[in-house]
């Protein structure tokens, strides 16, 4: 099992930077799938990053493509996402979230690939 503590959230300025880390605790952090997922007001959860077990492969959403960088250091057993370029539709309580590693497919985008969640950390980004 695993359990999963996010940081670093914070209120920003438009066109700043963060860097959110998730921290993970249990045994075998290598043997998981990592995504980052977030959820505004009134939203629906949607997916933003997700790296592979070994961090050799990322994917992003769209919308977050050149701005926002997924890592992991898996001797620390955390994932980092830095956030950069901000913008107020970024504003949102960010998860993340892990999945044992059985494949690498555009599946591993939806939510319900994961089986352990972190309690979110709130990212404000004003105008």
């Known amino acids: 099992q695993v359990q999963l503590v996010e940081s670093g959230g914070a209120l920003v300025q438009a066109g700043g930077s963060l860097r959110l880390s998730c921290a993970a605790s249990?045994?075998?952090?290598?043997?998981?799938?990592v995504g980052w997922f977030r959820q505004a007001p009134g939203k629906e959860r949607e997916f933003v990053a997700r790296?592979?077990?070994?961090?050799?492969?990322?994917v992003y959403t769209g919308s977050v493509k050149g701005r926002f960088t997924i890592s992991r250091d898996n001797a620390k057993n955390t994932v980092y996402l830095q956030m950069n370029s901000l913008k107020p539709e970024d504003t949102a309580v960010y998860y993340c979230?892990?999945?044992?590693?059985?494949?690498?497919?555009?599946?591993?985008?939806?939510?319900?690939?994961?089986?352990?969640w972190g309690q979110g950390t709130q990212v404000t980004v004003s105008s």
């Open positions: 979230a892990a999945g044992m590693a059985t494949g690498w497919s555009a599946g591993w985008s939806a939510a319900t690939k994961y089986d352990y």
């Open positions: 249990g045994r075998g952090f290598t043997s998981y799938h």
């Open positions: 790296i592979n077990w070994s961090g050799g492969s990322t």
